[in-house]
């Protein structure tokens, strides 16, 4: 509880003195929101730190997570390139400037709570989760590929803390390739009562997912696309 601080005459009534009376807390709604203005006002978009922060991902990016070849892809597609994003957002550097880019765009659409499918996902909603810690958190979650079939969650596809009612939230993976890993976690969000805001991926492969996603009424947001990496050249 806070106090307030009133003046007030003493009981010899001449001199004013000093009482301290309670004041009743404000409701969790409006001190939240009173949060995220004065964050608004302390956090502008520093433009060239996030420009930097985006050349230096990809860079890193095309350096450890494309490898060029002849691949058959986990949907039986053949590619000319794999993309394993996990080389880069396991790793220290590469995890802070992805979740310094998604946080940003966590701030923009005023999201609660980031996750998705199980294991694309689990280091990017956990580093955003992280980085926001200091200023209004925001919460992370998992999507499971199975329910929990034991504890008191067995049953559950969703771990984390709760999610609440109107919550917005964001769903994100590394990759889009089908769209499918985003949209299973969509899916397991059905039953939640929160309101889905965005679907967000470092890299989009440029191969039908964002339609499939954005035909399901799911704006897309990607870091990169396909095109922006190139093979290196041969000697």
Same mark, same amino acid.
């Given at each position: 509880?806070?106090?307030?601080?009133?003046?007030?005459?003493?009981?010899?009534?001449?001199? $004013?003195?000093?009482?301290?009376?309670?004041?009743?807390?404000?409701? $969790?709604?409006?001190?939240?929101?009173?949060?995220?203005?004065?964050?608004?006002?302390?956090?502008?978009?520093?433009?060239?730190?996030?420009?930097?922060?985006?050349?230096?991902?990809?860079?890193?990016?095309?350096?450890?997570?494309?490898?060029?070849?002849?691949?058959?892809?986990?949907?039986?597609?053949?590619?000319? @390139? %794999?993309?394993?994003?996990?080389?880069?957002?396991?790793?220290?550097?590469?995890? %802070?400037?992805?979740?310094?880019?998604?946080?940003?765009?966590?701030?923009?659409?005023?999201?609660?709570?980031?996750?998705?499918? +199980?294991?694309?996902?689990?280091?990017?909603?956990?580093?955003?989760?992280?980085?926001?810690?200091?200023?209004?958190?925001?919460?992370? @979650?998992?999507?499971?590929?199975? $329910?929990?079939?034991?504890? +008191?969650?067995?049953?559950?596809?969703?771990?984390?803390?709760?999610?609440?009612?109107?919550?917005?939230?964001?769903?994100?993976?590394?990759?889009? +390739?089908?769209?499918?890993?985003?949209?299973?976690?969509?899916?397991?969000?059905?039953?939640?009562?929160?309101?889905?805001?965005?679907?967000?991926?470092?890299?989009?492969?440029?191969?039908?997912?964002?339609?499939?996603?954005?035909?399901?009424?799911?704006?897309?947001?990607?870091?990169?696309?396909?095109?922006?990496?190139?093979?290196?050249?041969?000697?």
């Amino acid at each position: 509880m806070r106090w307030e601080r009133r003046a007030t005459r003493c009981c010899a009534g001449v001199s $004013p003195c000093a009482r301290l009376r309670p004041q009743r807390p404000a409701h $969790p709604s409006v001190t939240l929101r009173r949060r995220r203005r004065r964050q608004h006002d302390r956090e502008p978009a520093m433009t060239d730190d996030l420009d930097a922060a985006r050349t230096e991902l990809h860079d890193l990016l095309a350096e450890r997570a494309f490898t060029f070849g002849d691949f058959v892809l986990t949907s039986g597609r053949r590619s000319d @390139f %794999y993309f394993n994003g996990k080389q880069v957002t396991l790793e220290g550097r590469g995890l %802070y400037l992805a979740s310094l880019l998604i946080l940003q765009r966590c701030r923009e659409l005023r999201i609660d709570a980031i996750g998705g499918l +199980t294991l694309g996902a689990d280091p990017i909603a956990a580093g955003v989760a992280a980085l926001s810690g200091q200023q209004d958190p925001l919460r992370a @979650f998992i999507v499971r590929k199975e $329910p929990r079939g034991h504890g +008191t969650g067995a049953g559950n596809l969703i771990e984390g803390p709760a999610l609440r009612e109107g919550d917005r939230v964001m769903v994100v993976d590394d990759v889009i +390739t089908t769209g499918g890993s985003l949209l299973q976690a969509v899916d397991a969000l059905r039953d939640q009562p929160v309101k889905i805001v965005e679907a967000l991926a470092v890299v989009d492969r440029e191969e039908g997912g964002r339609a499939a996603i954005e035909a399901r009424g799911l704006p897309v947001h990607a870091l990169f696309v396909r095109s922006e990496f190139s093979a290196p050249a041969r000697a």
